[in-house]
């Protein structure tokens, strides 16, 4: 199983992104997908997750901002990033639990910037 995140970029403050992860190979069965993010000089945080019944949870920090969803057909997640902030500047990275194993996905940069 492999995962694919692209849709990183270079966004004003204020501005939106939208990130975008697929799972590729031998699934079955996908628990619950991720975002997570690792802002420069800090360790890797848990952004926002979706589980298999369409439940959601995020950190605290960009509750009402980022929406996580997920193409259950695709084996995709997004993460559609709004009002977004310079401290949301991160390598974020896709995560996902198969079939019993955890997955990640190389990160993409996020860098909001003026």
């Known amino acids: 199983v492999q995962l694919q995140a692209s849709g990183g970029g270079l966004v004003q403050p204020g501005g939106s992104l939208r990130l975008s992860c697929a799972a590729s190979?031998?699934?079955?069965?996908?628990?619950?997908m991720a975002w997570f993010r690792q802002p420069p000089g800090n360790e890797r945080e848990l952004v926002a997750t979706i589980f298999g019944a369409g439940y959601t949870n995020y950190a605290d920090s960009v509750k009402g901002r980022f929406t996580i969803s997920r193409d259950d057909a695709k084996n995709t997640v997004d993460l559609q990033m709004i009002s977004l902030k310079p401290e949301d500047t991160a390598v974020y990275y896709c995560?996902?639990?198969?079939?019993?194993?955890?997955?990640w996905g190389k990160g993409t940069q996020v860098t909001v910037s003026s």
């Open positions: 995560y996902a639990f198969i079939d019993r194993s955890a997955y």
């Open positions: 190979g031998s699934i079955f069965s996908v628990e619950r």
